[in-house]
């Protein structure tokens, strides 16, 4: 059974700094791209950052010079560098494993982490 795991939110000032971090844990054969998705209170879910297994990288406009993504292929791990915070960065910061191919079990699948708070506040 694939899980993913999100680590480093919290509460930060404007202008502050965060990193999160997701680890996908399981019988993982390889992941084609994972994503950053963030739910900000009253609003959808909207994609934050992508990065595919080559390291090609795909970020909102919102965050563009701001946040940088990452992966670690090798650990199943995948990283947001948050910079330059603000309030409206305030959202459930949500990680997707997309296409992930697990040892045993035919084709591939999507999977979800349950999320993980950041707050942007003085």
């Known amino acids: 059974q694939v899980q993913l795991v999100e680590s480093g939110g919290g509460l930060v000032q404007p202008g502050g700094s965060l990193n999160l971090s997701c680890v996908a844990t399981?019988?993982?054969?390889?992941?084609?791209?994972m994503t950053w998705y963030r739910r900000a209170p009253g609003q959808l879910r909207v994609l934050v950052a992508a990065i595919t297994t080559s390291g090609g990288t795909y970020y909102a406009d919102s965050v563009k010079g701001r946040f940088a993504i990452s992966r670690d292929n090798a650990k199943n791990t995948a990283f947001l560098q948050m910079n330059n915070l603000k309030p409206e960065d305030t959202a459930i910061y949500y990680c997707?494993?997309?296409?992930?191919?697990?040892?045993?079990?035919?084709?591939?699948?999507?999977?979800w982490g349950e999320g993980i708070q950041v707050t942007v506040s003085s």
């Open positions: 997707n494993a997309d296409k992930a191919v697990v040892s045993g079990q035919p084709g591939y699948d999507d999977y």
């Open positions: 399981g019988n993982i054969v390889s992941i084609h791209r």
